[in-house]
């Protein structure tokens, strides 16, 4: 199995709402990593993981709250969003060797904040 | 860290025709550039890749050059198909975020017309 897979594919929240957003890879890989993607922009990285815990976090705000469960599992957390967190978000994963460095990338959930 | 630069940002090309990427990095320590193909609503996907040890890699109609010295690499699409019309980001591994943290290029879309 060498796909990613993220649930859900679309979302529609509200501002005041809680949502999540999934994502789980059985590949084995021990890093993974969210994105998150403006229309005709390149990815733009917000988190990684690597062996389950938080390794890096490029100054998101509060309102994105990432989780690991365990080595397959990503969740992101959405709470108070605004309507410029609209985007799409893709989850990736890596392996954690210097000579495999390809990630692979999920289909993304397109995120709508009204 | 590291800052890649991609031109050009737009590309037409008429079916059958040679089509060129450029990108430009500034960490000397990079060693690992990747070229991703998203095409509209769907994931980038790793299409060539290239390590710093080496100066050119192809694969059937797609190449990849690298050239350290003046830190530039660049995608060569040999043949065009219609198929091939989509978003083309190169990326660059930063040393000092490790392995795991890739910066992309901006993006070119290449249009193939047929």
């Known amino acids: 199995d060498t796909e990613v897979t993220q649930t859900p594919k679309h979302l529609v929240m509200g501002m005041t709402n809680k949502k999540s957003l999934k994502c789980e890879q059985h590949?084995?890989?021990?890093?993974m990593y969210w994105y998150k993607q403006k229309a005709k922009k390149p990815p733009e990285l917000m988190f990684v993981y690597s062996y389950e815990k938080l390794s890096i976090n490029e100054s998101v705000p509060s309102r994105f709250s990432p989780e690991c469960p365990n080595s397959s599992l990503l969740n992101l957390h959405l709470h108070a969003l605004q309507p410029e967190d609209s985007a799409l978000y893709l989850c990736a994963s890596s392996q954690l060797d210097r000579n495999s460095y390809e990630q692979y990338f999920g289909p993304g959930t397109r995120l709508t904040v009204t | 860290g590291e800052n890649v630069e991609q031109h050009p940002s737009t590309l037409s090309v008429q079916e059958g025709d040679s089509a060129v990427i450029k990108c430009t990095y500034s960490?000397?320590?990079?060693?690992?550039f990747p070229w991703y193909k998203q095409e509209l609503g769907k994931r980038p996907q790793l299409i060539i890749d290239?390590?710093?040890?080496?100066g050119e890699k192809k694969d059937q109609r797609i190449a990849v050059t690298l050239n350290k010295t003046a830190k530039h690499f660049s995608l060569h699409i040999t043949e065009t198909q219609p198929e091939d019309s989509a978003v083309y980001f190169c990326?660059?591994?930063?040393?000092?975020?490790?392995?795991?943290?890739?910066?992309f290029g901006t993006g070119t879309k290449l249009q193939v017309i047929p």
């Open positions: 960490d000397s320590a990079s060693n690992y």
């Open positions: 290239i390590r710093s040890n080496v």
């Open positions: 590949m084995g890989h021990r890093a």
């Open positions: 990326a660059g591994y930063p040393n000092s975020g490790g392995y795991q943290k890739v910066t």
